[in-house]
């Protein structure tokens, strides 16, 4: 009853069982291979632990325990009920800025980012800009709302936050980057995406099209989705491809992965 009151998502159980942890289709890639193999004679030459690109690591065969999954990501309407509870203060908020699409900014916002007191953009990936007012209620920034978008995902909620709805929300947990893995899977062994080889716009919400100045909006949609948009995977859980970043537990306290792609 009190799960229903708080708005908690359902959840799905997960059974015990092996997968590939990480794809192989990358070392399939021409040059992937030998840059790989590069990097396994660095790491024996320096004894360091040296990660691939974007933090990838060779594919291996993990076991994963029993444990319980939310079928859907946290909508900003779950996460208002949360704030309205606790009070909680996101750290965006404490900061008074996060990080906005430059493609769903106003050409108000980009003249503030782009001006004297502006916070500038990050320097190797200049369309992800540093919004002063962005937070989860003002999701582009000053002059945005959340209005229509109550059963869309939450956004700039840093790992901590994610902890704090954590606790608040019966007790749940984030997954382990591993069991995240499995369970987007949804039953499928080693394929790129959790319904196959090919990427498909009518699965799931992403950019399409010349990134990142033209969306042609194949899948429907300029920003998120609802998260129940578009078909689950063979487990059930939406998606866990594509709309928004996910945070995991990683290997160590030192490691906060995000998974799932934007």
């Known amino acids: 009853e009190e799960e229903a009151a708080k708005g908690l998502s359902p959840q799905v159980r997960q059974s015990s069982g092996w997968f590939t942890f990480g794809s192989t289709i990358a070392d399939e890639v021409d040059g992937e291979a030998e840059a790989y193999t590069a990097l396994e004679r660095e790491e024996q030459k320096t004894g360091q632990k ?13 076991r994963i325990k029993p444990f319980a999954i939310d079928k859907y990501a946290v909508s900003n309407t779950q996460f208002q009920k949360f704030v309205r509870a606790t009070g909680h203060r996101t750290e965006a908020e404490t900061f008074q800025w996060s990080f906005v699409l430059e493609h769903l900014a106003t050409e108000d916002v980009v003249k503030e980012v782009d001006g004297r007191e502006g916070f500038g953009r990050v320097k190797d990936a200049r369309h992800w800009m540093a919004v002063k007012g962005a937070y989860w209620r003002r999701p582009e920034g000053p002059g945005s709302s959340l209005r229509g978008r ?4 939450v956004l700039h909620v840093s790992y901590n936050d994610s902890k704090a709805y954590c606790a608040w929300a019966e007790g749940r947990r984030l997954p382990t980057e591993k069991e995240w893995e499995y369970a987007a899977r ?15 716009a009518d699965k799931c919400n992403g950019w399409t099209g010349e990134f990142p100045s033209e969306n042609n909006l194949l899948d429907g949609y300029a920003g998120t989705a609802p998260v ?30 995000i998974r799932g792609g934007s």
């Open 50 to 62: 040296l990660h691939r690109r974007d933090g990838n690591r060779a594919a291996t065969w993990a």
């Open 150 to 153: 109550g059963n869309h995902p």
């Open 186 to 200: 949804g039953g499928l062994e080693d394929e790129p995406f959790p319904w196959g080889a090919a990427a498909r």
């Open 228 to 257: 129940n948009a578009f078909e689950p995977n063979g487990y059930g859980l939406y998606n866990m491809v594509g709309n928004v970043w996910e945070w995991t537990e990683g290997r160590s306290d030192k490691e906060k992965p």
